[in-house]
């Protein structure tokens, strides 16, 4: 498999907000934490790396936050545009930011150092574009191992490997390797701020159909033969391993690192 540069979500525009959405009470929740880490004032100027269509600016940008957005996406962007006319956007790549030394006074990363092979080199642009002071805020959502979408996920990697390929994204998902980054660059003060723990009602067949559905970037990432057969080995698997109905409560926790330049 060819070495993916950026994982780019204009194939997601049109389901995004469907399948990524939080709960309105839990991104009330999350607006909130960060309003409040933020210490926002009339004149504070928030950059999201990895924009999208809003999901995270947008609750922000309705309380009275100016935000400005950027993302590889043209097709995110404008359903973005549709919901939050107001919001300033740019087609625009993280590692090379258009913007001026010391712009914002908070740079949030929310789902996206994974998608990214120079997440490295995002994190300068990041620190590059802060002013003193600024705070850095890189997401945590991580969902327990034993999780019915973790362990059909993780049976898919293995049949994948055995395949001789992967569905390994080209960025990082690892919080040490981030900090070490964030360590050399300079910051602070660093804190952790958990704001939600939810469960999940699902089921394995429902899990399996959202996989087969190739809603999951992940899943772009493999060619259609080898998604199709290891697909099917997965359903074969998980059908004598699970009563494929039983409605199970999938745990995840979601919250943010904070990092002070």
Known sequence: MNQVQNVVFDRAAGYYDQTRSLPPHEAAQLADALWQVLGVTATTHVLEIGIGTGRIAGPLVQRGLTMTGVDLSRSMLAVLRQKFPALPVALADMTRLPFAPGTFDGILAFHVLHLVSGWRDALAEAVRVLRPGGKFIYSIHHRDPSAINMQLRTQWRQ???????????????????????????????????????????????????????????????????????????????????????QVQQDEYHIGFHVYTF
């Open 159 to 245: 049949l994948l490997a055995a395949q001789g390929t992967t569905a390994e994204r080209p960025g990082t998902r690892n919080d040490e390797q981030v900090d070490q980054v964030l360590r050399q660059l300079g910051y602070h003060d660093h804190t952790q701020v958990d704001v939600i723990r939810g469960q999940e009602p699902v089921t394995v067949r429902f899990v399996l159909a959202e996989m087969e559905k190739r809603i999951w970037s992940d899943t772009w990432l493999v060619a259609d033969d080898v998604f199709a057969t290891t697909m099917a080995r997965l359903r074969a698997w998980a059908s004598e391993h699970f009563d494929l109905d």
